[in-house]
Structure formats: C-alpha cells, structure tokens
C-alpha cells in the first residue's frame, strides 16, 4: 500500500494562502491522491481527489507533480475554520489508509 | 453526497463487556468501512463491511473481537466486545455511495470510553 509523509503541523495567516505538502513516492500508476481535513474529532471531511492532473474546486486546489511523487494542496484564502488536521491519502482499490496528517492552525 | 448517523454518539462502558454501534445511510451505497481512532491519533481501518456476507478484516484485527453485521446497503453494526480501556477511541462508518465511486463519507463517529 502507498503511504504518505505530512509535517505534522503548520501555521498560516488568515487570508494567506495555505500550502500543505505531501509526499507519496510508492504511488503506483492507477492510484488515486485524495486529501480530507478532520475538525476537533469529528468526521473527517472530503476536501478534493485527483489522478494525474491539477484539480480545483470550491475549496481548495490539488497541485500533483508530474511524476506523482508528491503533491499540494492550496487553500487559497485560509480562514480560523480551515484549522484542522489535513490528511493526504492515497487511496488503494477501495480502501483508504491514513497517515498522520498536518495539523493547520490559522493563526488572526 | 451521503447523510450518515451513527448510534450511540458517545458511551462510557465497563471493561469485559460489548457495545454494539450502528451506522446507518440515507441512501444505497455500495461500500460500508469501519475506522477506529484512538486519542491523538490518526484514522485506522478495521474493516469492510460485505453486504450478506462476512465482512474483510485489515491486519490486526480479528472478527472476535470486532464482529461487522450488513444486512442490506443502508446498515451495519461494529460490535465492540470484550472491552479493555485499549478500546477506548472514536468509532468511524463510512460509505461509498452507489454511482459515486470516487466519492467516500463519513459518519460523525461514536465516542467510547472503556473504564
């Protein structure tokens, strides 16, 4: 099974953008990267997934190298709610295997 | 997207005995898995819950002590027996809606406390 490599904590201005790095060097070709955030031990919460391309959405942006070693994931405008515990996973079959995730704090 | 209730939210149990958790979906899904969360710590998987038959346990865990029910694509159990304060941790369900395999959810969890 791939794993992931995450620091295990970050800071970030509130309104900066958030870049959390992710390293997955055993990704192998058809394995998707995903990222979720866990609020205070609750459910953790999907945030964005991609295969091979960038990908955006309303919440964030998945940047992966080209090759699919590591990726980033932006908050672009981080605010006191996207303090969190960010996970990077990379999702084998149908299973889904967590590290040890990033805790992000927003700091005002 | 997948609502999903999980029963209890929170139990504080004695050591030796069994808690069962259910986890319910508001919609069919064609996948059901079972985390455990122990304080601090990250997400682990226990299991995956197989709709009519046995469900496939991850390594380290064992259906003694973690039997899995899935009657039917909205439902399962996570029974908890034996307990030790070890078990003391956050129980997770999460689904993979039909249609939506890209997609997997989770529940809000269930907090036990074994003393």
């Known amino acids: 099974d791939a794993k992931t490599t995450q620091p295990p904590s970050m800071d970030c201005a509130e309104g900066r953008a958030a870049n959390l790095p992710c390293n997955h060097s055993t990704i192998s070709g058809n394995e998707y990267v995903y990222w979720y955030r866990q609020i205070h031990s609750q459910g953790p919460q999907y945030i964005i997934h991609?295969?091979?391309n960038n990908e955006t959405n309303e919440m964030a942006s998945l940047i992966i190298t080209e090759d699919r070693k590591s990726s980033t994931l932006i908050l672009p405008h981080a605010t006191l709610r996207d303090t969190a515990v960010y996970y990077c996973?990379?999702?084998?079959?149908?299973?889904?295997?967590f590290g040890t995730g990033t805790s992000l704090t927003v700091i005002p | 997207s997948a609502v999903i209730s999980q029963k209890p939210s929170r139990d504080i149990c004695q050591r030796g005995t069994s808690l069962t958790i259910q986890c319910q979906v508001d919609?069919?899904?064609?996948?059901m898995f079972w985390y455990r969360q122990q304080p601090g710590q990250s997400l682990t998987l226990i299991a995956t819950a197989n709709q009519g038959s046995e469900a496939t346990y991850e390594s380290g865990f064992v259906i003694d002590k973690f039997p899995i029910s899935r009657p039917n694509l909205t439902f399962s159990t996570l029974t908890v027996s034996n307990m030790s304060p070890e078990d003391s941790s956050i129980y997770l369900c999460?689904?993979?809606?039909?249609?939506?395999?890209?997609?997997?959810?989770f529940g809000p969890g269930t907090r036990l406390t074994v003393l």
């Open positions: 996973i990379v999702r084998t079959r149908n299973q889904f295997y």
């Open positions: 999460s689904v993979v809606p039909s249609g939506a395999y890209n997609e997997q959810f």
């Open positions: 991609g295969l091979k």
């Open positions: 919609s069919q899904v064609t996948m």
